[in-house]
Nanobody, 115 residues
């Protein structure tokens, strides 16, 4: 069974940095691109960015461009989201996903950006 476990969230001041971790299991991790999403109660789930299966290419939604990076370690079945220069609008629950519709979502990790 496919599982995603996100961690690393917390409270951070505006302008600060945070790295989120996603541990995946139940599938051949290195064969799939991985995507980070985020969601708040007021908004629909939003694309943060993705990384290709081999880690050579990434892409980002507009809010994340220039501030966030994504990396992965296929040997550890783990993908990372590093967020810099955080803003209050980055406050959300962050999820990683394989973009296979049959997969269940993880519980996410809460990020709060506030002074």
């Amino acid at each position: 069974q496919v599982h995603f476990v996100e961690s690393g969230g917390g409270l951070v001041q505006p302008g600060g940095s945070l790295t989120l971790t996603c541990a995946a299991s139940g599938f051949t991790f290195g064969a799939y691109a991985m995507t980070w999403y985020r969601q708040t109660p007021e908004k629909e789930r939003e694309l943060v960015g993705y990384i290709t299966n081999n880690g050579l290419n990434t892409g980002f939604g507009i809010p994340a461009k220039g501030r966030f990076t994504i990396s992965r370690d296929n040997g550890k079945n783990t993908v990372y989201l590093t967020m810099n220069n955080l803003e209050p609008d980055d406050t959300a629950v962050y999820y990683c996903y394989r973009d296979v519709p049959q997969d269940s979502w993880g519980r996410g990790t809460q990020v709060i950006v506030s002074s």
